[in-house]
């Protein structure tokens, strides 16, 4: 039924020229948390079957974007939620799964991650997972931050420099970004 709402939704979109963005990978339906206030832990709730809609639709080539989940399941990756995992973003939804799109985080500024991986930390954990595309809603406990997309392009930039990220990386987005674009 997921597949079947789900395909009628983008189809309807892509008509209009309008992308579209599942989320959130790899299925958030189990979590009995709020990610905007903690890590969701689905260890004990998660059923592979939250899988299905997205290589469903992933092998119909309806999936241009899908949203990384701030949600961990420790029988999958032990240390990291999705939105920083290799494990969920290029092992599952890349090689398994043969998703070629877009990989766009969740806030990163949900408590799931700013209480527990500081600001450069996450970001620069997050690109190297595999996510294309760091969304930072400014909506911090701290308050609005003008500068928020500056910072988020300076720690890219200077992690980089630092060879903390593959300069291979920032071009593999660049591309998908464009393609995407290009759609």
């Given at each position: 039924e997921v597949v079947?709402?789900?395909?009628?939704?983008?189809?309807?979109?892509?008509?209009n020229n309008i992308i579209t963005?599942?989320?959130?990978?790899?299925?958030?339906?189990?979590?009995?948390?709020?990610?905007?206030?903690?890590?969701?832990?689905?260890?004990?709730?998660?059923?592979?079957?939250?899988?299905?809609?997205?290589?469903?639709?992933?092998?119909?080539?309806?999936?241009?974007?899908?949203?990384?989940?701030?949600i961990i399941n420790k029988k999958i990756d032990n240390r990291y939620p999705a939105t920083l995992s290799k494990i969920f973003?290029?092992?599952?939804?890349?090689?398994?799964?043969?998703?070629?799109?877009?990989?766009?985080?969740?806030?990163?500024?949900?408590?799931?991650?700013?209480?527990?991986?500081?600001?450069?930390?996450?970001?620069i954990m997050a690109v190297n997972a595999g996510v294309d595309i760091i969304y930072m809603f400014n909506n911090s406990p701290s308050g609005y931050d003008k500068d928020i997309a500056y910072k988020v392009r300076d720690t890219i930039f200077n992690a980089v420099k630092e060879n903390k990220i593959e300069e291979k990386r920032i071009i593999e987005s660049y591309n998908r970004i464009l393609n995407l674009k290009k759609q």
């Open positions: 079947n709402q789900s395909r009628v939704f983008i189809e309807n979109h892509f008509k963005v599942e989320k959130h990978f790899p299925g958030q339906g189990s979590a009995t948390k709020d990610t905007h206030l903690g890590i969701a832990d689905v260890t004990d709730t998660y059923k592979k079957e939250e899988l299905f809609p997205y290589q469903k639709l992933n092998d119909e080539g309806l999936l241009n974007a899908v949203m990384a989940a701030h973003l290029q092992d599952i939804l890349r090689d398994q799964m043969g998703f070629k799109g877009v990989i766009i985080s969740d806030d990163m500024q949900m408590a799931a991650i700013s209480n527990n991986y500081k600001f450069d930390e996450a970001v």
